[in-house]
């Protein structure tokens, strides 16, 4: 059995999920593009999160109702931050949902050899955060538009 834990040496970004079936992503990014904080499970993945690490916003839901996959690029802006008792943990983000003509569908990305294997694709209903490793990573870049996201420091 392979080692499904996420080691900082091949980190490639981390994949943060929300479900357009719970809410409305849509019209949430047409409003605002910008994605400030996410909710995340607390564990060991929360605490290797670390500002200025590269972040990819995936979203789902039922299948043929909106191109879900990948919407959003970005980093990550601060360590995760407990939430009142019993609540959420948030992490900070720095990150920008792209125009509908550059995300990267979900077919698109499992169509690719290189990504097919990533935890989101094996794992969907697992818990924020999940991973791309630095291979994966490098991969989804090439679907990418050039110049993304809004910081330098995920496409150096």
């Known amino acids: 059995m392979t080692d499904r834990r996420v080691h900082l040496d091949d980190l490639g970004a981390w994949l943060i999920?929300?479900?357009?079936?719970r809410v409305d992503l849509a019209g949430r990014f047409a409003r605002d593009p910008r994605v400030t904080?996410?909710?995340?499970?607390?564990?060991?993945?929360?605490r290797l999160m670390r500002a200025g690490q590269p972040a990819v916003f995936?979203?789902?839901?039922?299948?043929?109702?909106?191109?879900?996959g990948v919407w959003g690029v970005g980093l990550v802006a601060a360590a995760a931050v407990p939430g009142e008792p019993g609540a959420a943990w948030t992490v900070p983000l720095d990150l920008a949902v792209l125009d509908e003509a550059h995300r990267v569908p979900r077919e698109l990305f499992r169509a690719d050899a290189r990504l097919a294997g990533a935890e989101v694709l094996r794992q969907p209903q697992g818990a924020?955060?999940?991973?791309?490793?630095?291979?994966?990573?490098a991969a989804l870049r090439e679907h990418l538009p050039p110049g993304r996201p809004p910081g330098p420091a995920v496409f150096t």
Request: glycine share 14%; hydrophobic share 35%.
């Open 17 to 21: 999920k929300g479900n357009a079936d």
């Open 37 to 46: 904080g996410w909710c995340v499970r607390p564990g060991y993945r929360v």
């Open 58 to 68: 995936w979203a789902s839901g039922s299948r043929g109702r909106l191109a879900y």
């Open 128 to 137: 924020n955060p999940s991973f791309l490793t630095c291979a994966e990573f």
